[in-house]
């Protein structure tokens, strides 16, 4: 018996593979890039600048992974734009969202010695920790403007399917982090703050990359109406309410993994160390399977503003098996072959020990996150902000929280966990709902 594909997914599917592809790799770089700073102070004999730099990318957890939904909505801005063949559209987006980001970027370094202080207030460790978190922030910090810039363009070119161009940013970006991070910690002996410094450094060589790909790429006689429209109070407000819907999306989610990181610290240095690199393998599986959901909400933006929403459906549930394949493989590596994974990431035998009696919540939570991803992406591609903001508040509030305080007051790294897993559960559940509710893509709300 020949497997017969659908129609209505023969139409798709190869130029859906194609940009997951390459879509996956490029996201992959981001954690990648960051296994690599902790597995290079890993790897030092005193174990407070892997546990410091554990605990300021808390802060960078804020500051950055939420202001993605910079990356996001350019994306479904710029994807509908193409699809309706509005070629001084998709300039717009990229002007005004690249706007935003450069006002965001130049708030954060000036506000930057009030966001340390109140962080590390907030935040808890040993001394020793604290003070290499600081360095480690205090160097990273000034990449703040090539970070958010480096999302606009790489939502911009994701949403024109232009792929290769981002697949060689992140490359640049995040192959250049490698090679300093070797130069500053291991040669150097710069440590916490040779980390900070070189993923700074690293991310302006990515956005020289991509201004000379947009000077390159773009069709300059609609430069003059595109800059006539960017300042469009009523299309500037309307990109905001979807930035902002898209930014609580981001803000439960990174305070979620923000409050596990924390209170892992309070557990002890050596929880810290381990929750913390577990946490670093999910992440590595999530921003995997999220190079799969940018391709889909790139194509459901696509379909949508061409006005063909019958093929929205179809590019989720090839999304969402895709997405399941892949984490299923990451969690079951880690769980099958522990020893080789955890000895990668640190020679410290205390951690890598305690860490395989953790690794088996990587199943539940990876699998649940990959589909409640996806569904983010089919909502991101239909600019419903709004149901993604709804979502996170609601896995945040009635799936994290109340596990979560069980867990301080039990001091049990288990009930973290399951908090986290819960959130997700919660999340997916009603993306599902709402999906089930609403009409078929054809909502353009945000």
Same mark, same amino acid.
């Given at each position: ?112 010695y009030p966001i340390h202080q109140l962080g590390f207030l907030i935040l808890s460790g040993a ?63 710069? #440590?916490?703050?040779? %980390?900070? +410094?070189? &993923? *700074?450094?690293?991310?302006? !060589?990515?956005?020289?990359? =991509? ?65 913390g690199l577990l946490l670093q393998i999910a992440l590595l599986s999530q921003f995997t399977v ?19 929403? #019958?093929?929205?459906? %179809?590019? +989720?549930? &090839? *999304?969402?098996?895709?997405? !399941?394949?892949?984490?299923? =493989? ?104 709402? +999906? ?10 945000v």
């Amino acid at each position: 018996m020949v497997f017969a594909i659908p129609e209505s997914y023969k139409s798709f599917l190869p130029r859906f593979y194609r940009l997951s592809i390459v879509g996956v790799f490029s996201n992959m770089m981001v954690p990648l890039a960051g296994l690599c700073d902790t597995a290079f102070l890993g790897h030092l004999s005193d174990i407070h600048y892997l546990a410091g730099v554990i605990l300021g990318s808390i802060l960078f957890d804020y500051l950055y992974r939420i202001l993605k939904f910079l990356r996001n909505s350019t994306n479904a801005l710029t994807a509908q734009a193409v699809g309706a063949e509005d070629d001084a559209g998709v300039l717009v987006a990229v002007l005004r969202c690249g706007l935003v980001a450069f006002a965001i970027a130049v708030v954060i370094l000036l506000l930057q010695y009030p966001i340390h202080q109140l962080g590390f207030l907030i935040l808890s460790g040993a001394p020793e920790t604290e003070q290499a978190g600081l360095a480690y922030f205090n160097a990273r910090i000034w990449g703040a403007p090539a970070v958010l810039l480096n999302f606009v363009l790489i939502g911009w070119f994701l949403g024109r399917e232009k792929n290769g161009i981002v697949f060689l940013i992140s490359l640049m970006a995040n192959g250049s982090n490698v090679l300093l991070d070797y130069l500053m910690i291991n040669r150097w002996g710069w #440590e916490s703050a040779g %980390a900070g +410094l070189a &993923t *700074a450094l690293s991310q302006y !060589l990515g956005l020289l990359v =991509g201004l000379i790909a947009m000077v390159l790429t773009i069709d300059w006689s609609y430069v003059g109406k595109a800059m006539a429209q960017v300042f469009d109070r009523q299309a500037l407000g309307s990109t905001l309410i979807l930035k902002g819907n898209i930014l609580v999306r981001f803000l439960a989610l990174i305070s979620a993994y923000s409050i596990f990181t924390n209170l892992s610290a309070t557990f002890g240095t050596v929880s810290l160390a381990e929750n913390g690199l577990l946490l670093q393998i999910a992440l590595l599986s999530q921003f995997t399977v999220q190079g799969v959901g940018m391709t889909a909400q790139t194509l459901i933006g696509n379909f949508n503003g061409q006005g063909r929403p #019958e093929n929205c459906l %179809a590019v +989720l549930k &090839t *999304a969402i098996v895709t997405s !399941l394949l892949i984490s299923l =493989g990451f969690a079951l590596s880690v769980v099958v072959f522990p020893e080789t994974m955890f000895t990668l990431l640190t020679s410290h035998t205390e951690v890598s020990q305690a860490m395989g009696s953790y690794a088996t919540w990587l199943v539940p939570l990876l699998t649940i996150t990959s589909v409640a991803f996806m569904l983010e992406g089919y909502f991101i591609g239909l600019k419903e902000g709004a149901v993604l903001r709804n979502g996170a508040l609601l896995g945040f509030g009635v799936g994290f929280m109340p596990l979560v305080v069980l867990a301080m007051y039990l001091q049990n790294s288990y009930l973290l966990w399951t908090a986290l897993t819960a959130y997700m559960t919660v999340l997916m559940l009603f993306l599902v709902y709402k +999906l089930v509710k609403m009409p078929l893509a054809e909502s353009t709300a945000v």
